[in-house]
């Protein structure tokens, strides 16, 4: 089956500087790749996704990048603020299987 | 508003003694689910359902049930809890036949001891 693995597991960044998570996934098949995000007590919310016909795609300061041959893809936050400090989950969809498999998670802190 | 209603939000229980977690969706979704999430473990899928009467096994289904009598409700049992599921539940729906663009409940935070 599929296996995603989340790296780091911690980031610390400046605020006004940028973010990157990366993700790997286990399987060629894969076809969508989302985001969530987890604020402190609070339920995941999707902040971004693309699928595997797709090789970027923007929303105002946050992107998705997808390398199919390598099996990863990243998230890049740009010009950080204090409210993007959260947990942040990507995940994979193995094509046809109806089932979304999670990275361990993200937990992003933005320092004033 | 539309939503996905889960009760209750903290639940201490026994060993043993069968509960179940309601999750209900107002937004006419096809695809509901549940997951757990633990520490350093992310999300995990539970079970799955693409539609009333169906649904499937997902990555840790040991000790739970679902049911998807009708479309809006899709309710988990624990027949006989353990202290190792103690965890935090969510469960989610999405419009279209498959777990694209979920929306969340706001999760049950269950102990077992």
């Given at each position: 089956g599929?296996?995603v693995?989340?790296?780091p597991?911690?980031?610390?960044?400046?605020?006004?500087?940028?973010a990157?998570?990366k993700?790997?996934y286990?399987?060629?098949?894969?076809?969508?790749?989302p985001w969530?995000?987890q604020?402190?007590?609070?339920r995941?919310q999707?902040?971004?996704?693309?699928?595997?016909n797709?090789?970027?795609?923007?929303?105002?300061?946050?992107?998705?990048?997808l390398?199919?041959?390598a099996?990863h893809?990243?998230?890049?936050?740009t010009?950080t603020q204090?409210?993007?400090?959260a947990?942040?989950?990507?995940?994979?969809e193995?094509?046809?299987?109806?089932?979304?498999v999670?990275?361990?998670g993200t937990?992003?802190?933005?320092n004033? | 508003e539309?939503?996905?209603?889960?009760?209750?939000r903290?639940?201490?229980?026994?060993?043993?003694?069968?509960?179940t977690?309601?999750?209900s969706?107002?937004m006419?979704?096809?695809?509901?689910?549940?997951y757990?999430q633990?520490p350093g473990?992310?999300?995990?899928?539970?079970y799955?359902?693409?539609?009333?009467?169906?649904t499937d096994?997902?990555?840790?289904p040991?000790?739970?049930?679902v049911?998807?009598?009708?479309?809006?409700?899709f309710p988990?049992i624990l027949?006989?809890?353990?202290?190792?599921?103690?965890?935090?539940y969510f469960?989610?729906?999405?419009l279209s036949r498959g777990?694209?663009?979920?929306?969340?409940g706001?999760?049950?935070?269950l102990?077992?001891?």
């Amino acid at each position: 089956g599929e296996n995603v693995e989340q790296h780091p597991s911690t980031l610390s960044v400046q605020e006004g500087d940028s973010a990157v998570i990366k993700c790997t996934y286990s399987d060629s098949a894969s076809n969508y790749f989302p985001w969530y995000k987890q604020e402190l007590g609070k339920r995941p919310q999707l902040i971004i996704d693309i699928r595997s016909n797709v090789g970027e795609k923007k929303d105002q300061r946050i992107a998705v990048t997808l390398n199919k041959t390598a099996k990863h893809f990243s998230l890049h936050i740009t010009e950080t603020q204090p409210e993007d400090s959260a947990v942040y989950f990507c995940a994979a969809e193995l094509q046809g299987a109806q089932k979304l498999v999670f990275g361990q998670g993200t937990r992003l802190t933005i320092n004033p | 508003e539309a939503q996905v209603t889960q009760n209750p939000r903290y639940l201490i229980t026994v060993t043993g003694k069968k509960l179940t977690v309601t999750c209900s969706q107002n937004m006419n979704h096809e695809y509901m689910s549940w997951y757990r999430q633990d520490p350093g473990l992310g999300l995990r899928q539970i079970y799955y359902s693409m539609n009333v009467e169906v649904t499937d096994k997902g990555d840790v289904p040991e000790g739970y049930k679902v049911s998807r009598k009708e479309k809006r409700n899709f309710p988990l049992i624990l027949e006989s809890p353990s202290p190792n599921q103690t965890s935090l539940y969510f469960c989610a729906s999405s419009l279209s036949r498959g777990p694209y663009g979920y929306t969340f409940g706001s999760g049950t935070r269950l102990t077992v001891v």
